[in-house]
């Protein structure tokens, strides 16, 4: 509970780390972490002392916005791992909900590979049947009903595939 008094954010982070790595050969090189985490990460007196006062530079936190909900921290040197903080809603049933429930951090590798799904289309009103292809982006035209104009959509369904499910975990 990064946010209770006496808790260092960055001691916690690190122990999980270690213990990731104790169990997997793979280094943890990126933790992912919920608004609500990365505020009481921003917020930690004692941390923020501790780094002052000893004049030793245990982490930098170094804001960056990067794609939708996703936003550079910074990196924690004593460890070598980047901190992001992952800020998006889906809705289910008129509910937004966040990806990340709140107070959690997830912690991996980083070097996973993607791999290409498939993706499924319609080619125009009167196709019966889907059209299936799996490539990293599949074109789609489509003809406006006044047939002087088309428009043309690229979809693409890019999945990742851990290399270690081992070397994950969710912390809350």
Known sequence: KWNEAGVSVIESIDEVIRRIEGRTSKAVRVVMIDPEAAQALRNNAEDLKKLNVENVKLGLIEPKKLAKGLRYIGQITMSGVEVYEFQDTY????????????????????DDEFITGPVSFYKDDTSEEPVTLV???????????NGRSKVIETLARTLPMPADLDAYEMVT
């Open 91 to 110: 809705v289910e049933g008129g509910v937004s909900n966040n990806f990340m429930p709140a107070g959690t951090a997830l912690f991996g590798p980083g």
């Open 135 to 145: 490539k990293p982006r599949v074109p789609n035209v489509i003809k406006e009903a």
